[in-house]
C-alpha cells in the first residue's frame, strides 16, 4: 500500500449536485416567479396639478368674459361691424364649459386614471371645432373691415392655423403622462 506523504486525502475542486433545482414538496405561493414593480411616475402628478390650475384659473376668467359678451357684441354693431351674436354667445359658454372640463380631467391624471387623458382630449377636440368655426367668421368680419375678401380670407387661414397648432401643442402636453408613463395610469 501506498502512503500520502502530505497526510491528508486529496480534496476536489468542483463542487457537485443540481444547481436551481426546484425543492421537492409543495411550496404554495412561494413557487411563483416573484413580480418587482417600480414606483409610479410623478409625471401624472405634475400634469394633472397643472391642468387643474389652467382649466380653473382660465375658467374663471372665460366665465367673466361670458358676462361681458353682450358688451363687446355691442361695441362691434356700434363699429358698423355684423357679427353673428349667436355665434359669440355660444363660443362663449363652449370655452367655459371646455376650461372647466380640462381642470376635472386634470383632476382624474392627478389621481392616474387614464380616462382623465381622454377627457382632456375630447375636450380639446371640441374646442379646436369652435376655434375652427370661429376663424371663418372672423374672416367675414375682417373682409367687411377691410372691405378686402383677400384680406380676409388670409387672416381667416392665418386664424385656423393657430387654431391647429395651438390644439396640436395642447393634445400632445396632455398626452404625456400617457407617452412617458402608461403603466403608472389606471
Known amino acids: ?24 414538496g409543495d411550496q404554495g405561493a412561494y413557487s411563483q416567479p416573484a413580480v418587482m414593480v417600480g414606483p409610479k411616475s410623478s409625471l401624472p402628478k405634475v ?6 390650475l389652467y382649466g380653473a384659473g382660465m375658467g374663471l ?8 359678451v353682450g358688451t ?34 386634470g383632476y382624474q391624471v392627478f389621481n392616474y386614471q387614464k380616462s382623465g387623458v381622454m377627457l382632456a382630449l375630447y375636450a380639446i377636440g371640441v374646442d379646436l371645432v369652435m376655434g375652427l368655426i370661429g376663424a371663418l367668421f372672423m374672416a367675414d368680419m375682417m373682409a367687411e373691415i377691410a372691405g378686402d375678401s383677400a384680406f380676409g380670407s388670409a387672416m381667416g387661414g392665418i386664424g385656423a392655423f393657430f387654431s391647429v397648432f395651438c ?12 407617452l412617458a408613463s402608461a403603466d403608472s395610469l389606471e
Not at 376668467?61 to 361681458?68: K, M, N, P, Q
Open 1 to 24: 500500500m501506498e502512503e500520502n506523504d502530505e497526510g491528508a486525502a486529496p480534496q476536489e475542486s468542483t463542487l457537485s449536485g443540481t444547481p436551481n433545482a426546484a425543492p421537492g
Open 47 to 52: 400634469m394633472g396639478i397643472l391642468m387643474m
Open 61 to 68: 376668467l372665460s366665465l367673466l368674459a361670458l358676462l361681458v
Open 72 to 105: 363687446t357684441i355691442d361695441d362691434y354693431e356700434l363699429s358698423g361691424i355684423s357679427v353673428n351674436t349667436p355665434f359669440m354667445y355660444a363660443d362663449a359658454v363652449v370655452d367655459v364649459a371646455f376650461l372647466f372640463v380640462v381642470a376635472y380631467a
Open 167 to 178: 390644439a396640436a401643442i395642447c393634445g400632445l402636453l396632455v398626452y404625456l403622462p400617457v
